[in-house]
């Protein structure tokens, strides 16, 4: 059964899930914390398993990389550098593409093709 979500994913930084941490430590059980930071209990007992074994540090969110295309794209003058990297990152998606097996038609729909 899948979940249907009310709001979008939320936000957590390293110092509310370390607040968060330290009412379990404190003697709260993780129950009750997950249930008045509505949150789940799997969740918390990841943060809690990540802070023993690797600290503080290990609670920091990751960035994500996200598009590298997308700074390029949304520039209208390139300076000829800029041009050039853009190409090259065109190309290597392109390469790639084609090292598994994807055709991309001039319309960007992609045919899959056996060798």
């Given at each position: 059964m899948t979940r249907i979500r009310k709001m979008p994913n939320r936000y957590w930084s390293k110092e509310a899930k370390l607040k968060i941490i330290k009412e379990v430590f404190n003697g709260?059980?993780?129950e009750e914390v997950a249930k008045e930071n509505d949150i789940s209990g799997g969740m918390?007992?990841?943060w809690i398993i990540k802070y023993d074994?690797?600290?503080e540090q290990s609670l920091e969110n990751k960035k994500k990389p996200g598009?590298?295309?997308?700074?390029?794209s949304?520039?209208?003058?390139l300076t000829d550098i800029e041009e050039l990297e853009y190409e090259n990152m065109k190309l290597k998606i392109?390469?790639?593409?084609l090292k598994k097996g994807y055709l991309v038609k001039g319309d960007?729909?992609?045919v899959v093709f056996k060798k």
């Open positions: 709260k059980s993780s918390l007992r990841n074994k690797y600290g598009n590298p295309l997308c700074k390029y949304k520039k209208k003058n392109e390469n790639e593409r960007g729909s992609v």
